[in-house]
């Protein structure tokens, strides 16, 4: 005798559920009507955040050997505003660049790719799940990392309307949140086309699932007679938690002053010489535009991965016998856009940038070139001192903000990188940096927004910097020589909560075939879903971890 899905669905969720026994659902339109309500829910609670947004879309087209390469980029930065719905606001606005023009839907008649579309894929319906407009048809279990998932397939109903979500739907087993789906919303019109995607949710706390991922794709959508749209593209949401508690809850603690003061124990006098108060007056600016960028939700909070490339640094100062004060530091930018650039003593790399390196040494050769700017003493502008230039909308920040520097300065920085190098751990490694340079050379007309920065200089380097041997032959030789770069989201993960960063730990791949290379290029989304036990703190951006005390101990 056959068993009916719903009777397994129900027995399979007894023992795996935290609910009571009487709230259990015990039919598999109860089933349904659970998730129905979290994700109508889901939409409700989303209306408080404004996380940043940012889209990059790669066109694509056949290459004999290599499959599918990118063929021209899009890419959009902006801050989400669920209270009106589906709405963006672009951080890029003025600017001139990096826009997808246009508003509604995915895609218009004029081949412009919107916006607004690509964030609506992080809802299945923001305008009524249930099953009164669809039909629900349970397929399995599954796990997602840790999570174990209910997976059903969509399909709207009959005149149901416009927009509705049409494929498979995972949801979590213990409160019934949806936390991945995948497919399409339906139907098309002559004017507009609705793209395939894969949304994913990330735990941020007990019954708190935030929008993180998105990938979407289109092999072949023909839009006219003639015309076909190949693309590959990554929508990524962080920063939902950027508010300034963490400072409010410091004004609450009480604090207890000693009887007498604290004084230095040293006779030392306290004035600052005229150099000493410029090297301040100089860090003061540098910290306001680092804690603004923070704020914002640009700048990643210091985490290990700071402390990594620190490390870095700390290798090419020894090796150099240098002794850089005021100190230098090293933050993420979290767009995917491939830059660095210093603010004072602080290094910034992207994480697109981080991302695509093929190792140690070509990342050595990137923070090399910048510390060739701060040991030069290229400056950042002072006038960032004064704490009114700070306050200005965040729609305003690359209006306000620019580290480029002008060529004399990249030239002499690049020449004292190479010294640098010459001296460093990473003087027999270069080959791979040289391999980089030339990948990206070769890809740069095809992802041209990829490589245009937002505050900083474009890759500083040129194919003749490094012109040295091959490596030297051994068991590391073929994946040298295989690996010149990486696809995107290779090496840094982000929590979507916060925007903390952490180095993504994978097994290796193994032999890699020419295919599946893809130097900087746009891959699908496979978190490693988890719960969290315990709600995530709140933001303080203020605060700043300080450097290892066994800095530069050779």
């Known amino acids: 005798m056959r068993i009916p899905k719903c009777i397994l669905l129900v027995a399979a969720l007894a023992p795996f559920s935290g609910l009571a026994a009487q709230n259990q659902p015990t039919t598999m339109d109860q089933v349904v009507d659970h998730i129905a309500s979290r994700e109508n829910a889901e939409v409700a609670l989303l209306k408080q955040y404004t996380p940043l947004v940012e889209t990059y879309i790669q066109n694509t087209r056949p290459d004999k050997e290599l499959g599918q390469v990118p063929a021209g980029d899009k890419y959009y930065l ?45 809802f299945v319906d923001n305008t009524g799940f249930d099953r009164q407009h669809y039909k629900f048809e349970y397929v399995r279990r599954e796990f997602l990392g840790e999570v174990r998932c209910l997976v059903f397939d969509v399909m709207p109903l009959p005149n149901a309307g416009k927009g509705r979500f049409l494929g498979r739907i995972w949801a979590e087993d213990q409160n019934y949140n949806i936390v991945r789906f995948n497919g399409t919303y339906t139907p098309n019109s002559r004017s507009n086309f609705y793209f395939h995607f894969d949304s994913w949710r990330v735990n941020a706390g007990p019954d708190l699932w935030l929008p993180a991922y998105v990938y979407s794709e289109e092999a072949d959508l023909s839009y006219s007679l003639f015309k076909h749209l190949k693309f590959k593209g990554q929508t990524r949401l962080w920063g939902y938690n950027l508010g300034t508690s963490g400072r409010e809850q410091e004004l609450g603690k009480i604090l207890v002053e000693a009887a007498t003061p604290v004084r230095d124990q040293t006779d030392t006098a306290k004035d600052l010489t005229p150099l000493q108060s410029q090297r301040s007056w100089d860090r003061q600016a540098e910290d306001n535009v680092v804690e603004r960028l923070e704020r914002i939700g640009l700048l990643a909070p210091r985490t290990d991965v700071d402390k990594v490339l620190e490390t870095v640094v700390n290798n090419l100062e020894v090796t150099n016998n240098l002794d850089v004060q005021p100190e230098v530091r090293c933050r993420v930018l979290l767009t995917s856009t491939l830059e660095s650039f210093t603010i004072g003593h602080t290094i910034v790399l992207s994480r697109g940038l981080i991302d695509v390196l093929p190792d140690e040494a070509t990342l050595a050769t990137m923070i090399a070139h910048e510390l060739g700017h701060v040991v030069l003493g290229h400056r950042i502008d002072t006038q960032f001192a004064f704490n009114d230039r700070l306050l200005f909308p965040d729609e305003q920040t690359f209006q306000h903000f620019g580290f480029r520097r002008d060529q004399n300065e990249e030239v002499a920085a690049n020449q004292k990188a190479l010294e640098m190098l010459k001296n460093s751990p990473y003087k027999d490694q270069l080959s791979s940096t040289a391999l980089f340079v030339q990948a990206l050379n070769t890809r740069a007309k095809e992802i041209p927004n990829l490589i245009s920065p937002h505050l900083g200089n474009r890759v500083p380097l040129t194919p003749g910097m490094f012109q040295v041997s091959a490596p030297a032959e051994g068991k590391d030789t073929k994946r040298a020589v295989l690996i010149a770069a990486l696809p995107l989201g290779s090496r840094v993960k982000v929590d979507p909560w916060n925007g903390a960063t952490e180095m993504i730990k994978a097994k290796p791949a193994g032999a890699i075939s020419e295919r599946e290379k893809m130097p900087f290029e746009v891959t699908p989304f496979m978190p490693y879903l988890m719960r969290e036990a315990t709600p995530k703190p709140q933001a303080d951006v203020a605060a700043e971890s300080k450097p290892d005390a066994a800095k530069k101990q050779p």
């Open 78 to 122: 902006g801050r989400a505003d669920f209270s009106k719905g589906v709405d963006v606001r672009p951080l890029t606005e003025g600017s001139g660049k990096h826009h997808l023009l246009g508003m509604g839907g995915f895609f218009s008649f004029s081949m412009q790719f919107l916006p607004r579309g690509f964030l609506q894929m992080v």
